[in-house]
């Protein structure tokens, strides 16, 4: 079955925008995924297509109007989960990204301006989602990197050698850093181990500089359970 995304949003020539290249676009192409991009102002009423108003309680900014996102949200709304992408909501976790991937897919509300008004997200039940603390101009770009992370998740979308990669004893960690040819470039060579064929040296030294990586620079990631790995199943 394929895997289904809607999107509402006041720019929908945003999308697929890179969702429509590489690996994610060849996968969308075959129909492992899709993306069907809303344009909300399209269920405004008035003359003017209206979407915002003045915030109740005074302040800056303008709020999006409940009746129009509702009426968005109905004309796409199914037994997909619905989320709203907001600087408010909780922050994207790959243990989110897994779930929301095994799922039939996503419905995703995008926002602007100050916020949305809060009664449609509670009628709704929109799962308040963010990607980080870090200040966007709308909720697009944070659509984009959600539905990024769980297409790459999609049966089929990545080789083999990548799923396995995924699963393997490593994740949790930093990768090790790479190298290729030329062995020598500008007078920096290549760590001699890697040129040596010595396949479990190789490893030995990758699992090192992964583990001395991960502690000088997220330390915080060695006391976190593994994220990018499955939970183990529960014990009989
Ligand atoms: C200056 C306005 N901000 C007051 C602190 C509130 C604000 C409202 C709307 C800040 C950013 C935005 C637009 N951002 C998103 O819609 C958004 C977002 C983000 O900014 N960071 C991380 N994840 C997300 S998901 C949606």
Redesign the pocket.
Known sequence: MTWRASVLTLFPEMFPGPLGLSLAGRARARGVWSLDAHDIRAHATDRHRTVDDTPFGGGAGMVMRPDILDAALSAVADERPALV???R?QTLTQATVRELAAGPGVVLLC?RY??IDQRVIDARGLRE????D??????EP?ALVLLDACVRLLPGVMGAAASAEEESFAAGLLEYPHYTRPADWQGRRVPEVLLSGHHAEVAAWRRREAERATRERRPDLLTAQAWAVAPPPPAP
């Not at 870090?134 to 909720?139: A, E, I, Q």
Request: negative net charge; without cysteine; aromatic residues 6%.
């Open positions: 992408l907001t600087p909501g926002g100050e916020g989602m963010s990607i980080g870090y200040v966007l101009s709308g909720g944070a």
